[in-house]
Nanobody, 125 residues
Framework: QLQASGGGLVQAGGSLRLSCAAS????????MAWFRQDPGKERVFVAG????????QYATSVKGRFTISRDNSKNTVYLQMNSLKPEDTAAYYC????????????????????WGQGTQVTVSS
């Protein structure tokens, strides 16, 4: 199970840090990712991190502003979001996929097996 938290209302240019706590023995065997979704639109990839944490990948729209990280001792993944823009407003979802250690990161919704409940991020202009 995945539990996302940390969303809220922030002014443009501000920062937020999202957390995703994973329970269960499989958490350390999973690559993790954050997606976001606007009402009426498809869920899209934001950032992903490998099992070890050594590999990361970002959507072009957030590269240089967002940082994904993980603490495997706490089974938690983070998304540090800086220089937030109104277009970053969305519901943010964490996702997990159990993979082998050398598996490449995936960016499609269909690739992930486990999902959190979503946390709302609203950026005002």
């Amino acid at each position: 199970q995945l539990q996302a938290s940390g969303g809220g209302l922030v002014q443009a240019g501000g920062s937020l840090r999202l957390s995703c706590a994973a329970s269960g023995r499989t958490a350390s065997r999973c690559s993790m990712a954050w997606f976001r979704q606007d009402p009426g639109k498809e869920r899209v990839f934001v950032a992903g991190i490998s099992r070890s944490g050594r590999s990361t990948q970002y959507a072009t729209s957030v590269k240089g502003r967002f940082t994904i990280s993980r603490d495997n001792s706490k089974n938690t993944v983070y998304l540090q979001m800086n220089s937030l823009k109104p277009e970053d407003t969305a519901a943010y979802y964490c996702a997990a996929k159990e993979v082998i250690l050398t598996a490449p990161l995936r960016t499609e919704v269909m690739d992930y097996d486990y999902w959190g409940q979503g946390t709302q991020v609203t950026v005002s202009s």
